[in-house]
């Protein structure tokens, strides 16, 4: 892999990235943001990729089992977690969730 | 000599023993508080007689340093006392007029709710007042100072459910308490300029370091004069003294009329090098003094209550006082404070019991014809009047204030106004003793009742069923202080009597070794007998008109309410408007300030949380719980930072 490919493919993993970032922050939808996290995840792991294939190494391929063992992870974790609010307050909208109250969450799942 | 501590201890002692012992039933707590301070007189009488053996009287000083205090770099005061001819006077006068009213408040408070809290408070009073003169420095007679203040304060307001009594309490404090700034001012010069806070060390190097009327000479003197002021109820600090009346009688008599009122007096005597090198502040000392005495003595002759009579009257004398002080005749000025401590402590206390007789009537013109229902009580307060007008044959008066009257008229010059002011002074004196004699010893009976059946000016608690009240039932315990009290008064003026009467100046000498003598330009003994025969004969001059005085107010008192006072007649009863000049413009601009809702002092304080609670909620509102902003601020931040970095 020479120079100029690299850049591209990195330049490639900052669009990824930002689309992920830009997404997070204008959808209001939890599933959505969950999948924006995911896909910066996937650009930063596609940055690990990149780099292992430039000066080859074994390093950013293990790199990058890790990261899609943390995101495994996180999407079960934080699917569960959005879909038990989404239930009980009968919105999936992250705007609703800032005040963290328990009383109104179980109350509104009641 | 080295027992003196024992002299405030032991009330100190008895007050402690009070304040913890609330078990204490009957009168025991009475008789535990006389017995501390009557040990404390008799230490007292050891100390002085001591004092009076060893070498030429009253020529040394005794300095006892207990333990240091504080330690303020090159002035560092120390529990000290020191024993002069001064301090002896006044340990004598404390204790013994003190004991004989404590012996006496036993059954004159006798059913009193708080009788236990009377007696610790009078005993701490003792204990402050104690240490206020025996003081070695000058930050240890502060401390005694602001201490008889205290138990001045506890005390008006003894009857405390009566938000009258309480105001009057805080009035005397606020008042003396601009006084009390000015003397600790005062005192924190003398120790930042002299780099001494010892009495008799400071005034060494005063002495040495200052011109006599040079300005930090006069800044020290005129600021320990603004503490005497306050303390000893002198023009322009005055206004406290008749409303303190709403304490006890014995209070009044104890703390208003004997002891701290006149530490003021002592103050001044015991600073007079300070006041000697400023002889503006001895005019200005000269001139308030005859002022107060004047205001003072017109103001009594309006009264109606008797105790307030009383109160015009003490400032009246202690203007007296402050007249010898300021042209430098210093033993006289304490002779007449001590002498003063007797004839008025018996006048207050006999006052006391008659009030309590009648039921808390308060009002002269209520009573009347005393004098054959109470004659032990009349007899009494006559030789404090006697003593008052000094009117032979009681001694006590006599002596002391003919010697202050006969030394303005030596002074001469300018002085021979204040002269004048003194023998208006003792025809006013003279009028105001006399109408209060003919309104209640004489004629009938004007209403109020025996045996506290009628409602008096004060309404406080009655002590209900026991035999301290009632003209006839007066016991052992109020008998015999008045009595004691009267004999002194009878003889107390021996002390140093005037040599063309065959007397001996045995004070005058015994306290020169502790105050300057002042210049004895004493003529022959026919002028001194000239002087003396003035003011008696102004005195008795007086008494006529003080009959008719009381017989027209009597007329004026049957006639319909309305016409019965005139405007002049009111001003005067209100002692000349001070009070009211004084809430025109202190008082209520500092109550409009504060009533507006802009606390000009809370200003700042207000100002600084008006800013954390504008920041907070700057601050907070980052906090919001938005995810989306959270990730966009974070966003951004990594942008700047990774745009730092690289461009």
Redesign the interface.
């Given at each position: 892999m020479n120079a100029q490919s690299l850049e591209l493919a990195l330049g490639l993993a900052a669009v990824l990235f930002v689309i992920g970032?830009a997404g997070?922050?204008a959808r209001?939808s939890l599933v959505f943001?969950l999948l924006c996290a995911e896909i910066m995840l996937n650009a930063a792991g596609f940055a690990f990729i990149i780099a292992g294939a430039r000066w080859g190494r074994p390093e950013g391929q293990a790199m990058f089992i890790f990261l899609l063992v943390t995101a495994a992870a996180e999407v079960a974790v934080g699917l569960a977690l959005i879909l038990r609010l989404s239930a009980s307050l009968s919105a999936s909208l992250?705007?609703k969730?800032?005040?963290?109250d328990a009383d109104e969450i179980r109350s509104g799942g009641a | 000599m080295e027992l003196i501590w024992l002299v405030p201890a032991l009330p100190l002692a008895g007050f402690v023993l009070l304040a913890f012992g609330r078990s204490m039933r009957g009168r025991t707590a009475g008789i535990v508080g006389s017995l501390t301070v009557g040990l404390s007189a008799v230490s007292a009488c050891i100390v002085a007689w001591l004092f009076a053996s060893t070498g030429p009287p009253g020529t040394a000083v005794y300095a006892t340093s207990l333990w240091p205090w504080l330690e303020l770099g090159s002035a560092s005061p120390a529990i000290a006392f020191s024993v002069d001819a001064l301090s002896v006077t006044m340990i004598l006068v404390v204790t013994i007029v003190g004991f004989l009213i404590h012996l006496f408040s036993i059954e004159h408070m006798a059913g009193e709710e708080g009788y236990h809290r009377f007696f610790a408070y009078m005993n701490l009073f003792v204990a402050f007042m104690l240490i206020l003169v025996l003081a070695d420095n000058f930050l240890l007679l502060y401390l005694g100072w602001e201490g008889v203040g205290l138990c001045s304060f506890l005390l008006i307001g003894f009857w405390y459910r009566d938000r009258a009594n309480g105001d009057a309490a805080r009035k005397a404090f606020i008042v003396t308490r601009i006084g009390d700034v000015a003397l600790l001012l005062g005192i924190l010069m003398l120790a930042a300029d002299l780099g001494s806070l010892g009495i008799g060390e400071a005034s060494r190097r005063a002495a040495a370091a200052w011109a006599p009327g040079s300005g930090m000479a006069v800044l020290a003197a005129a600021l320990i004069l603004g503490g005497a002021l306050g303390k000893s109820a002198q023009l322009p600090l005055h206004t406290w003294l008749p409303d303190a009346m709403a304490g006890p009688s014995p209070v009044s008599a104890l703390i208003h009329a004997a002891t701290m009122v006149t530490a003021g007096v002592y103050l001044v005597a015991r600073s007079n090098v300070f006041f000697s090198l400023a002889p503006q502040v001895m005019t200005a000392v000269a001139i308030l003094g005859a002022a107060t005495l004047l205001v003072a003595g017109a103001s009594a002759i309006a009264q109606r209550d008797f105790k307030r009579i009383l109160a015009y009257s003490t400032m009246s004398q202690i203007g007296y006082m402050f007249l010898a002080l300021g042209v430098a005749a210093w033993t006289g000025a304490v002779f007449h404070l001590a002498t003063h401590a007797l004839f008025k402590s018996l006048l207050f206390l006999a006052a006391g019991a008659i009030i309590n007789a009648l039921g808390h009537e308060r009002d002269v013109f209520a009573m009347g014809g005393l004098a054959k229902k109470m004659p032990l009580l009349f007899w009494t307060f006559l030789a404090g009047a006697f003593g008052l007008t000094a009117l032979p044959p009681v001694t006590a008066g006599l002596a002391s204030k003919d010697a202050i009257i006969a030394r303005l008229w030596y002074v001469g010059g300018d002085a021979r106004i204040l002269w004048w002011a003194a023998m208006a002074g003792v025809l006013l004196t003279s009028l105001y003793t006399f109408r209060m004699l003919f309104l209640v010893f004489a004629g009938e009976s004007r209403g109020a009742a025996e045996n506290g059946g009628s409602v008096g000016l004060h309404a406080g608690p009655h002590g209900a069923g026991h035999d301290g009240h009632g003209g006839s039932g007066i016991g052992a315990a109020t008998a015999i202080p008045l009595i004691v009290l009267s004999l002194l008064c009878l003889v107390g003026g021996l002390l140093d009597f005037p040599r063309f009467l065959g007397g001996s100046p045995f004070f005058g000498s015994f306290l020169g070794g502790a105050l300057p003598r002042s210049a004895d330009e004493g003529g022959s003994g026919l002028q001194e007998a000239l002087l003396s025969l003035g003011p008696l004969l102004l005195t008795l001059a007086g008494i006529p008109i003080a009959w008719l005085m009381a017989r027209r107010a009597l007329e004026r008192e049957a006639e319909p309410v309305g016409k019965r006072s005139s405007r002049l007649a009111a001003f005067v009863r209100g002692g000349f408007g001070f009070d009211r000049l004084y809430a025109f413009l202190f008082v209520g601009p500092i109550l409009r300030l504060a009533g507006r809702g802009v606390d000009a002092v809370n200003l700042a304080s207000e100002g600084l949380r008006g800013f954390a609670m504008r920041a907070s909620r700057l601050i907070r509102s980052s906090q919001d719980g938005r995810p989306r902003r959270y990730l966009a601020v974070l966003a951004v931040g990594a942008a700047i930072l990774l745009a730092a970095v690289f461009l």
């Open positions: 970032l997070m922050i209001r943001m992250s705007g969730l800032k005040d963290l | -």
